[in-house]
């Protein structure tokens, strides 16, 4: 189930989904897809809206190829590009997350992921951490996300 590639059909509009110019990310995280080795650009930990969090105490950090910002939706259309998302709870320490690697192309959006380990260093201006998901794909072979993380804190 988790190992299996899923295609979602989606309607991708020019500018995707608000991020404008986009937060610049650091740190040593590299996305895998198949023999592909991806390197995200932008990034940013997005306050998770109070349907999906009433108490106001998570976060989604996104980071991708494509611009991303604090006006990123990642439930609405994305750019395209390969990102990698996660759930993080807004404390420092080691956490687990369901990290997904969508990767959004014309013809829609390939998504993939696991149970992965999260550690969260710091949540002042920026929320800097690690993560690391392994996760196998029927057809693609190994869909990874590892390395170390420096985005924007917007919440």
């Known amino acids: 189930m988790l190992a299996r590639l899923a295609l979602i059909t989606v309607t991708l509009a020019a500018c995707g989904g608000g991020a404008g110019d986009g937060e610049p990310m650091s740190g040593t995280l590299a996305i895998g897809v198949g023999g592909e080795t991806i ?3 932008f990034g940013a930990a997005i306050e998770e809206s109070l349907d999906q969090d009433p108490g106001g105490t998570r976060a989604v950090v996104v980071m991708g190829t494509a611009p991303v910002s604090c006006e990123t939706n990642v439930t ?3 750019s395209q ?3 990698v998302t996660f759930r993080i709870d807004r404390a420092t320490g080691a956490q687990t ?5 969508i990767r959004v192309v014309e ?3 390939f998504l993939n992921g696991a149970p992965s380990p999260v550690m969260i260093d710091a ?3 920026r ?3 690690s993560v690391t998901l392994a996760a196998t794909d029927d057809r693609l072979g190994a ?3 590892a390395g170390t993380f420096d985005v924007i804190r917007c919440f």
């Open 39 to 41: 390197t995200p650009a």
């Open 123 to 125: 949540l002042d201006g």
């Open 107 to 109: 013809i829609g959006a």
């Open 127 to 129: 929320i800097t951490g």
């Open 143 to 145: 869909i990874t996300a």
């Open 97 to 101: 997350s369901f990290a997904t690697v």
């Open 81 to 83: 590009g390969t990102y």
């Open 76 to 78: 609405g259309q994305l």
